[in-house]
């Protein structure tokens, strides 16, 4: 389900599947960080980007491109000054705890700790003093103190001989690493898996839990535009969120924090992102990006527009309407935008033939040793087959699945699985029914969710039509869905004559079990468990052939370390990277993108747009505009690689000073998920300068200004 | 040849190409103007775009989609304030005579009012009282006072039946027509051919010729964004010029002249251009499209790479020859925007799925009524296998004629033509030789130009090596121009050696005649000597084909008029029409960009830049930035329909009153030269509003911003 900004979107989503692939994980093996000569001297490779490990900084290759090669205390600082949010990037950035972020990656915080009669949202918040500074609940970051290669107990730990075999003993040593180094340290500890299990790294993070905000600027300033300007560049929004560490009751003093530069980012200039990209495809096959390309990417973009269409529909000629559904229609659109943007990276034939040139040398190499050909040489192989079989039933996997649309089907479906699962042993229920599987979707089931009768409705009935249209006519899912009637007649029944809508009833189907589902004559639970079998067959064939593809997919990650070593960066596992860039604007539209804006800027798309949302300049940056310098560096764009999960990360010149604070990518950027380019992607971030402009002559916050810049 | 403002060129090329057309013509024919409604009650094609005649004005249509149908009066009031410069449009916008066109229209008025210590292109001019104004030599404008259908005449006078006497007869009656409408109305007339020959119409037009400066902004600000932005938007151009009529040395009082709007543009608002298009390519068949997009398009942009390849060679390590040839660049670069702009719509499989429709559906009504089908029903397939025929030799017509690249190269060719063609009689010789043709090629020949010698020979290296590439090794024009040296050796030793730079020696091979060019030993008479046989056989072949396609273009033309009458208005001519649209933005780059712009927009853009040229703000705009609203609109966008020509068109609302000033299309546009669009397509204008607040604010112009406002 795609959110207002896609951006934090793609952070949380990205930062809770890195999360949830090390959460249940750990070790203690002595092997030294990896060093950063790669076993066969292999160059670096433009179309992996440069999401550096800070255990293997590329010293060589900065030192060729920038003749700039940091210490190791230059890199420790940067580490040390750098933390992560639960799903977001930040920076220490004074000697008293201050910690800069996005304000996308502090809404949380910000609304939690709003008066009751009002929302900082709407009228941003900059505390007086230290006194007024506002507890965030449940918010923590963490700061990374080491790491510690642990591949070598890990894999003499791994001694099966299937896949799954493998990936228990492999899940139990992690667990144990882990274990061990929370106990022992205090700290808290998270395997991270790089190449996909080339490398094991410990990170051992130290946990901040009191944090307080001291400054939010209004929603509308700092998400100007909103989503028609999401993604792209010239941009003029002051993303920004300053928080607080505390310890004891008292501002937290940090060993290290990175110091404001004074003129911020110039153009031409190398500056450095530092923070945790969420999750990046760049060792995908040639395979996998041709299915994505051609099988994935566009069933997503029909069932975008197939979402957006019914929205249409209920929007038409019902002003109120429309302005209900304004949210959910942005949220896809948005979606559409991304998922567009990656895709397009994958038709330009130049890029894909650049991935291509690197798949030849890739198998090469492999082919080249012996041994890696017999561990490594059939895996590419495995996975053409098995996304090639994945096409040929593609349709069939989405709609016997039927994932999306419809929320009551999901929730019936859910139902329905939930009670014939819980019935089975643990090791043969379906992937999602496992271990904690099951209480998660009984949970899901059981909670208290609104649900939109006509949206379900149009929904439903979009879905059984876009089934009928895609399938053959003799499927015989077809059959059981819709028994010979019209989807409209078939959804018009299941929605109006169901008590799902109602979570007391699905909780009494859950406790009456199977007998209780069985017996049960509500439209969408029959719809649901006519459908099952259908759905249960696909499912678990698509689930056989992806795991086909995921244990090779891991091999692959460790041959590339194997034929690369760390002079090609590993894939994004929101684990912390730095990264760098030059400033520099980009062709666009038949000209120039500078490389900054201005605070002018902000007050030209306002007026262009006739001060309308999402362009309207909250009242006290009407009122206060004559006491801004209005040619001071606002946003500006660089060269850096960013992705989901980077926001918040701070930009660093060489002295390690801020110049500034990443918030998006332009939308030529999204297709740098799965090959880096630099001709027109870029980072976006907010100007270092444009933020203590902001502070002194909008916020008022001279304090605050005076403690980032050192005064 | 291109130039540095694209718009300026084209106006500049397809109005010379428009008065060479109807310059050699005239009549007498008192049939009426063609009535609005078609011979069949045909439909509005939105592709055919907007462009109407004012004897056939498109009433229903405007009433049917705008509710506005303007009567005979509004219509002869806009007529009659409206001006045709000799390459751009303009219009009367006050009682005494103002006349407001664009900047770059005026630039020869400009550059040659100036003192002769400085330029007003740089400073910029406005004169503080009338007695100031200054007469701009040799400039006029030409007020369009009737049109008559002259259609009968000159068909009843073409009785021939072979297409040469039918030309020649056409050519005759048409002369005659204007020298007789010249002599008994005093006013200057003109044929202009619509339709390709669907109809015939006599514009009468009275000319002044005593036109005055009277304000004009400086360059930087009038082409603001120089050439990057040329082509684009959002801009912030203040492209624009006010004359003065006079006559006998007092301000005209022009019978009708358009009032100032008070609000200017407003969004969504429908306006009117009233101006004169050049030249538009929506008549031709699939065929010619094709043979653009696939043939000729891809080569002339290869012509372009390679010119822009010399000068990068050119340029190379040496920053003052970078300098020296930064404009050419620019030029070439913005012709690589437009004609990439025009290719686009070509490329676009739904545009050219609507123009293949229309072609069946306008095919199918020849095709019913027997008449039309024996008269015009072969021109498609005969323009289509002309087509065929052209794209089987396009190589060697572009090679062996050797159009473009070497300057020296070029002159030689003339000379060694003139000489042989100056001894036959008019008829036999090249097309480009006939008549008055012999003396403009002699007179190009013996002019004093500047060469430059380092641009010529890489020049000629690199035409001979691209020839050498695209033609079969055994080709004997290879064998004739290279004579078994490379590239490089032929264009050293033919530019090295050549007396050809020298305009004295160019002027005595003329002299001598085929005697002197024969004996000629200079190293590139000899080269242009030994290709004129396959450059002769190439372009008799070409210009063969052309002429079958030229005729049945016209056919096609007198087809349409005669299945769809004025229902769809004609290709454009370079003469007076309307077009309506609505003030809007449009979807851009991953977001929207606005319906206008306002002066924030200006500092931003140089803010953003660093106030580096072209993005240099003037300084009397950085000093008076303060007296300044700075969100008064600036520029801004609609969905009217204009090429080349329409510079310095007018934007009227529906009260006749000025809302802004046409000065360019968005490079999204370009496109619209032969399949008209409006889902992104938009003309740029300067604001009313903007100018008059330039006019108060920057310039002290007070007394002609009253003259505008009225008062």
Known sequence: MPTRSMLAAIALSTALLACAQTSAQVATSPTPAA???????????????????????????????????????????????????????????????????????????????????????????????????????????????????????????????TPAEQASQRGAVITQIQDECNQQTRLTCQVVTLYHGGIYSLYRYRRFSDLRLVMAPEGEVAFFGGDPDNFTYPRYDLDVTLLRVYENDRPFTPSEYLRWSRNGAVENELIFVVGNPGSTGRLNTIAQMEFLRDVSYPATLAGYERSLGVYAELARGDTAAARRYQNDVFGYENSFKAVTGYRTGLLDSLQMATKREFERDFRARIAADPKLQAEYGASWDAIAAAQRELATFNPLLRYHSFAGGSRLLTLASQTVRAVLESSKPDAQRLTAYRGPGLNTVRAAVSANVAIDTAFERLALAAQLRAAQAELPADDPFLRAALGGRTPEAVAALAVQGTRMRDSTFRISLLNGGAAAVAASTDPIIVLARNIDPFNRTVTARAAALNAIIASNAEKIGQAMFAAYGTALPPDATFSLRISDGIVKGFPMNGTIAPYKTTFYGLYERSAAFDNKVPFRIPPRWAERKNRLDLATPYNFVSTNDIIGGNSGSPLINKNAEVVGLAFDSNIEGIANRFIFTTDVARTVSVHSRGIVEALRKVYDATSVADELEGR
Chains 1, 2 share one sequence.
């Open 35 to 161: 060093s950063q000569a790669s076993p066969q001297q292999a160059a670096y490779r433009p179309e992996f980007g440069t999401m550096w490990t800070f255990d293997a900084p590329p010293i060589d290759y900065w030192r060729r491109t920038y003749n700039f090669a940091p210490d190791q205390r230059w890199l420790d600082k940067v580490r040390l000054a750098s933390v992560r949010l639960p799903n977001c990037s930040a920076s220490f950035v004074s000697s008293r705890g201050l910690v800069m972020t996005n304000h996308h990656c502090a809404r949380a915080c910000i609304e939690s700790t709003s008066p009751s009669d009002s929302s900082y949202m709407e009228t941003g918040f900059a505390a007086k003093s230290i006194t007024e500074e506002k507890k965030c609940a449940g918010l923590y970051v963490d700061q990374l103190q080491s790491i510690e290669n642990v591949t070598t107990r890990i894999r003499s730990a791994v001694t099966g001989t």
